[in-house]
């Protein structure tokens, strides 16, 4: 037997739901400095009494209304805090270029906030250079793993976190030399240090 479609009116519904959802969301990781897209999106959801949390909005639901609410209602503020937190991304991939550094995360796609921090992936095969890079410069930093599919599969990478000038957490994972020609990396979520400072030119 068939289950029954649902009516017309209750997807409506529910597309208005988490459309709001995603404002919510927004609304809170803009207004109260929450980077954590699940937590903001389970207390939107809290706030705005929606049981069904089968139908959250996706992150980039939540980053394409966090943008809008951003133009809106931070135009003033939020061009600089983006434009210092890219900045400091820059300077730390130029520190690190000899590991083919690339930005990713909300620097990248504009959606950072002043409590945002720097995401950024280098290569190497020796999983102790970048280690051994930090220690010679004397750069102050915080060891430890990160898991991340690489090829298909589930592997434990280095991640070192810096603190920029600007006070802003800088994270780093190392991946081996193959995942950078893999092809998974596109403009739009990964930018190399040329990107950034074309970004940062514009």
Do not use: C
Not at 51 to 79: F, K
Request: no cysteine.
């Amino acid at each position: 037997m068939s289950k029954e479609r649902p009516p017309r009116e209750y997807a409506h519904r529910r597309d208005l739901m988490r459309e709001q959802l995603a404002h919510q969301a927004a609304k809170l990781m803009a207004e109260d400095g929450i980077t954590d897209h699940a937590f903001a999106k389970r207390k939107a959801a809290r706030q705005l009494g929606a049981a069904d949390t089968q139908h959250l909005p996706s992150n980039q639901e939540v980053d394409e209304a966090l943008n809008s609410y951003r133009a809106l209602y931070q135009q003033d503020s939020h061009p600089d805090i983006l434009y210092q937190l890219r900045e400091e991304a820059l300077a730390t991939m130029r520190l690190l270029a000899g590991f083919h550094p690339y930005l990713t995360g909300s620097v990248l796609n504009g959606t950072a906030g002043e409590q945002s921090d720097v995401n950024l992936m280098l290569f190497s095969d020796d999983a102790k250079a970048v280690l051994l890079f930090l220690l010679k410069h004397k750069i102050d930093f915080e060891d430890g793993e990160w898991k991340i599919r690489v090829n298909g599969r589930e592997e434990s990478v280095p991640s070192y976190t810096l603190i920029g000038e600007s006070g802003a957490q800088i994270h780093i994972i190392v991946l081996p030399e193959n995942a950078r020609h893999s092809g998974s990396r596109h403009p739009e979520t990964h930018a190399d240090i040329a990107a950034v400072e074309a970004l940062l030119a514009g």
